[in-house]
């Protein structure tokens, strides 16, 4: 029930086309959803968060979708980028969670060729 | 603003030592949490500290410990280490405790090899 699923494991994207990634979650205690980038050698940052009483969120050509009755929420880049290439990875809390800290996915490598 | 330091960056043990790491949090942040990051598990939480209290503790061995000084800068604690100890090791800070608001802010880690 702690557990955030992400898929895909890595993903290939040409430059300007849309990436998108995907997670799912099982407790529905959970009520703060961000997303971190990681760039090799450097610690995640955080990109975008979302909470669940809104279904999309948009910063830019990163957009958050929610899907709260499917338990799932999504990353999607628009145009994406070379620079964009890095590991993403998704998380979730709740203040009434057992555990009271970030519960991170497995995180997607996303490689933006040229 | 000075972000979250981690020291040292890189180091290297052999089984059955032990090792301390530092982190420094961003001026004003009183939460710290640590990460351990492996290819394989990814990102697990070992535990976080708020004004210098433990607050939550992941799924760790007791080898692993932590402490938090008054002026919030935090020591994680490596025992008996094992060759999958080997990892990046994450601190990250905010202004309150993580489970509030979900926005910490990462160090770049110190990358622990076990031999």
């Known amino acids: 029930q702690q557990q955030v699923k992400q898929s895909p494991q890595s993903l290939i994207v040409q430059k300007g086309g849309i990436s998108i990634i995907n997670c799912a979650y099982e407790?529905?205690?959970?009520?703060?959803f961000p997303w971190y980038q990681q760039f090799p050698g450097k610690g995640p940052a955080l990109l975008i968060a979302?909470?669940?009483?809104?279904s999309e969120k948009k910063e830019g050509r990163f957009t958050i979708s929610f899907n709260k009755s499917a338990k799932q929420f999504s990353l999607h880049i628009m145009d994406s980028q070379p620079g964009d290439s890095a590991t993403y990875f998704c998380?979730?809390?709740?203040?009434?969670?057992?555990?009271?800290?970030?519960?991170f996915g497995k995180g997607t490598k996303l490689s933006v060729k040229p | 603003k000075a972000g979250v330091t981690q020291t040292p960056r890189y180091l290297i043990k052999t089984r059955g030592q032990q090792v301390t790491l530092s982190c420094s949090p961003i001026?004003?942040?009183?939460?710290v949490s640590w990460y351990q990051q492996t290819p394989g598990q990814g990102l697990q939480f070992l535990f976080e500290?708020?004004?210098?209290?433990?607050?939550n503790k992941g799924n760790f061995p007791g080898r692993f410990s932590g402490r938090q000084f008054s002026n919030s800068r935090s020591e994680m604690n490596v025992s008996t280490l094992e060759l999958g100890d080997s990892a990046l090791y994450l601190c990250?800070?905010?202004?309150?405790?993580?489970?509030?608001?979900?926005?910490?802010?990462f160090g770049e880690g110190s990358r622990l090899t076990v031999l």
């Open positions: 990250a800070s905010s202004l309150v405790a993580s489970r509030r608001t979900g926005e910490l802010f």
């Open positions: 407790n529905t205690a959970f009520d703060y």
């Open positions: 979302i909470r669940p009483d809104v």
């Open positions: 998380a979730a809390t709740g203040y009434g969670g057992s555990q009271g800290n970030l519960i």
């Open positions: 001026s004003g942040h009183r939460s």
């Open positions: 500290y708020f004004s210098e209290t433990q607050r």
